[in-house]
């Protein structure tokens, strides 16, 4: 998927399991070496690490790793929208393209929980 297609992909997971007026609750799932096309965020999100991995960031024009974390069980990250960049509010992290990939590259299956908020 190019850049452009990237940023109008509203499909921040695997799956959308719920919306109402407030939110929008997405399920994420990648196997082992299985990746997350390109996509933007456009609103400000928390999720729930429900079956850890490692899981690398990447870029959307040519899908070079960005940064990769230990995705453990359990864990919780929120992440406000500014612009371009995704803002971390939970993570000890520096900010993160808004527009990018994701790839499992650990060898357990990934599953998360996604809570945007409208």
Do not use: C, Q
């Not at 850049?3 to 997405?26: F, K, Q, S």
């Not at 729930?48 to 864990?75: C, H, L, Q």
């Not at 919780?76 to 520096?94: Q, R, T």
């Amino acid at each position: 998927m190019s850049a452009d297609a990237a940023i109008n992909n509203n499909d921040v997971g695997t799956r959308m399991i719920h919306e109402d007026e407030l939110t929008r609750v997405w399920e994420m799932r990648l196997k082992p070496g299985e990746s997350a096309p390109p996509h933007t965020h456009r609103l400000s999100y928390t999720f729930y690490i429900m079956e850890g991995s490692t899981i690398a960031v990447t870029d959307p024009n040519t899908e070079a790793i960005i940064f990769d974390f230990k995705a453990n069980a359990g864990d919780v990250m929120s992440f406000k929208v500014e612009g371009d960049k995704l803002i971390p509010l939970s993570a000890n992290m520096a900010p993160i393209p808004a527009t990018h990939g994701a790839k499992n590259i650990g060898t357990t299956d990934f599953v998360e929980i996604l809570v945007e908020r409208k």
